[in-house]
C-alpha cells in the first residue's frame, strides 16, 4: 500500500524476527560472537539474555542461519512450556533422531550414541531453547543432565538458553546452583542507543529498497527512540504506523507530529510523560580480547532484502 508511496520495495519494520534484517551494534556483535565462539570451541553451556522486545529472537535466528551454512545439527525450541517427556521428543525430532521406545533411558542411550557418531566425525549438535524464562525446574535440570554426554575432553552437544532478564533470577535459586555453575559464557542484548535508533532505521529503509530519500526527518527519529526508550520492537511498531499514517495523509516526510500521533495511538506519550520509561543505562565497552574475536566473526552478518506479505496484512490493530 505504502511501498511505493515511498519508494521502497518492502516492507522495512516488519516485526517478526527476520535475520537479514539484523543491525549490529558493537553488544550485537558481541553477543554473537559470544555464542559462535562458544559453539566452535566446544564450552557445552552458553546463556544469552535481555529484555522483552531487544532482538533476541533475531539474534538467534541469525545464528542458525550460520549454523545450516556450516551444516551443523541443530535443533531449536522455541515452545518452553513442556513437562521434561514433551521436551525430549521434540529434541528428537528436531534433530532427526530415529529412537522408537518412549523409555528415558533408551532416548537418552539414543541421543549419546548419536552424539558420540557425530563427534568421531570431527562433527557438533547445537540445541537452543528460546523463551528459557518459561522452563520448569525438572525440564532445566534435565537440560544440565543434558551436558553429561561428554568425552574425557569435550561436551558432545552444545547447549544454548535464551530467555529474558527473569531467567538469571531463576538461576540464582539455590536448586538450580548446579546449573547456574555449569555456564560458560554469558551474552546480552541491550536497546538501541540514540545514534543507534537513527541508524537501525535508515538501515531498514535501505535494506527495504529506499533511494535515499528522507523519509524520516531528525526530529521524528529523535522522537522515535523516545517513545520506543531504544527498544527494536518498538521501534518497528513506531515506524510501521507512521509510514501508514503519511501515506494515508499523502506527506513524503514523517516529522515529529505523526510519530507523537502514533504514540498517543499506543499509549507510549503517557508513558513518557509519567516517567514509566527510563533509558536504560548503557553497558562498558568490552575489552579488546572479546572485540578481536568480534571483528574476527564479523563477517557472520550477512543483511539482504526480504519481501513480506501482501499489503492486506499490514497491522490494523495493536500489538504489544
Not at 114 to 133: F, K, M, N, P, S
Not at 308 to 313: L, Y
Request: with cysteine; charged share 25%; hydrophobic share 40%.
Amino acid at each position: 500500500m505504502y511501498k511505493e508511496f515511498f519508494g521502497l520495495r518492502a516492507n522495512p519494520f516488519n516485526v517478526n524476527p527476520d535475520p537479514r534484517y539484523l543491525f549490529l551494534t558493537r553488544h550485537t556483535e558481541e553477543a554473537l560472537a559470544c555464542l559462535t565462539y562458544g559453539i566452535q570451541s566446544r564450552k557445552g553451556f552458553v546463556l544469552l539474555t535481555g529484555e522483552v522486545g531487544t532482538g533476541k529472537t533475531t539474534l538467534i535466528n541469525k545464528l542458525l542461519e550460520w549454523l545450516r551454512l556450516q551444516q551443523v545439527a541443530t535443533a531449536f525450541i522455541f515452545n518452553s512450556r513442556m513437562n521434561v517427556p514433551q521436551f525430549l521428543d521434540y529434541m528428537m525430532a528436531d534433530f532427526g533422531i530415529q529412537c522408537d521406545s518412549k523409555s528415558k533411558s533408551q532416548i537418552l542411550q539414543r541421543l549419546y550414541n548419536w552424539l558420540l557418531d557425530r563427534y568421531r566425525a570431527g562433527e557438533t549438535a547445537v540445541l537452543i531453547v528460546d523463551e528459557a524464562q518459561n522452563l520448569t525446574d525438572e525440564v532445566l535440570e534435565e537440560i544440565r543432565m543434558l551436558t553429561n554426554l561428554e568425552t574425557f575432553t569435550e561436551k558432545l552437544l552444545q547447549i544454548v538458553l535464551v530467555g529474558q532478564p527473569e531467567l538469571e533470577t531463576k538461576l540464582k535459586m539455590p536448586q538450580l546452583r548446579q546449573l547456574r555453575q555449569r555456564l560458560t559464557l554469558r551474552a546480552k542484548t541491550h536497546p538501541l542507543t540514540l545514534e543507534e535508533t537513527k541508524a537501525y532505521v535508515q538501515q531498514r529503509l535501505r535494506i527495504a529498497g529506499s533511494d535515499g530519500r528522507q523519509i524520516f526527518d531528525g526530529d521524528a527519529l529523535n522522537s522515535i527512540h523516545k517513545y520506543s526508550n531504544g527498544i527494536p520492537r518498538v521501534v518497528n511498531l513506531l515506524c510501521e504506523h507512521c509510514l501508514v499514517s503519511a501515506f494515508v495523509d499523502q506527506k513524503p516526510t514523517i516529522n515529529e507530529s505523526i510519530v507523537d500521533a502514533v504514540a498517543r495511538d499506543f499509549d507510549l506519550s503517557d508513558n513518557v510523560a509519567s516517567g514509566a520509561m527510563t533509558v536504560p543505562a548503557q553497558p562498558a565497552p568490552s575489552n579488546g580480547e572479546k572485540f578481536d574475536l568480534v571483528e574476527a566473526l564479523r563477517t557472520l552478518a550477512t543483511l539482504a532484502d526480504r519481501l513480506r506479505q501482501s499489503e492486506q496484512d499490514l497491522p490494523k490493530e495493536r500489538k504489544s
